[in-house]
């Protein structure tokens, strides 16, 4: 069967998280999938939760696209109501349930049309609030001793740590040629602490 949500997942094994750049190994029962950009963030929630629950099939023609459509309006307001600043979001790191919970589901996913610094920054940040979710903080302080960064992550938690993989991400990104005329600055997020920017030199 091509419909069963391992399909649309990474379900084991080496994954490279987007914007910092790190390989981690899945902890068990955590599936993984980076999407990019993504016209709609709440279509995307909506969709994979349908796909995981077999209500919709994720190769679909373009027709049952089409009938899947009022399926797929209902359960874009169920998503608004579980996340009500959904619609406010650059990125999101969101996970599902699968086969009754046993299974995590993660999924990144940032809005089209970001400039490059902040799809960068996006990525680096969601990949942090997935390092965090699973538990897996100290992969993120690992990367900043590598870049010599004297910063203790593990005295940060929420959008604070995550912040640090923003900063990560573009440290990496600025190592690649990329430009930074400023750190991203996000709807309903805080700012980045001054005393994280100084420890990256940014």
């Known amino acids: 069967m091509n419909n069963l949500p391992e399909n649309y997942f990474q379900t084991h094994g080496p994954v490279t998280l987007p914007?910092?750049?790190?390989?981690?190994?899945?902890p068990r029962r955590v599936w993984f999938?980076?999407?990019?950009?993504?016209?709609?963030?709440?279509?995307?929630?909506?969709?994979?939760?349908?796909?995981?629950?077999g209500r919709i099939d994720?190769?679909?023609?373009?027709?049952?696209?089409?009938?899947?459509?009022?399926?797929?309006?209902?359960?874009?307001?169920v998503v608004r109501q579980k996340i009500p600043n959904i619609d406010n979001s650059a990125a999101l790191c969101h996970s599902h349930?699968?086969?009754?919970?046993?299974?995590?589901?993660?999924?990144?996913?940032?809005?089209?049309?970001?400039?490059?610094?902040?799809?960068?920054?996006?990525?680096?940040?969601?990949?942090?609030?997935?390092?965090?979710?699973?538990?897996m903080q100290q992969a993120l302080q690992d990367a900043l001793e590598q870049e010599n960064v004297k910063l203790n992550t593990l005295l940060y938690d929420g959008e604070d740590f995550a912040n640090i993989g923003g900063l990560l991400a573009l440290r990496r990104g600025a190592q690649k040629g990329m430009e930074i005329s400023r750190i991203p600055t996000f709807k309903g997020l805080p700012d980045v602490l001054p005393e994280q920017v100084k420890a990256f030199g940014l």
Do not use: C
């Open 19 to 26: 914007g910092i750049d790190e390989t981690i190994q899945l």
């Open 33 to 53: 999938r980076y999407d990019g950009e993504v016209p709609s963030l709440v279509q995307n929630v909506a969709e994979t939760g349908l796909i995981i629950s």
């Open 58 to 77: 994720q190769n679909r023609s373009r027709i049952q696209r089409l009938l899947d459509w009022p399926v797929i309006a209902v359960a874009k307001e």
């Open 97 to 135: 349930d699968v086969h009754n919970g046993r299974i995590r589901a993660y999924v990144i996913a940032k809005m089209q049309g970001l400039k490059l610094s902040d799809g960068v920054f996006a990525d680096g940040h969601e990949s942090g609030e997935f390092l965090q979710s699973t538990k």
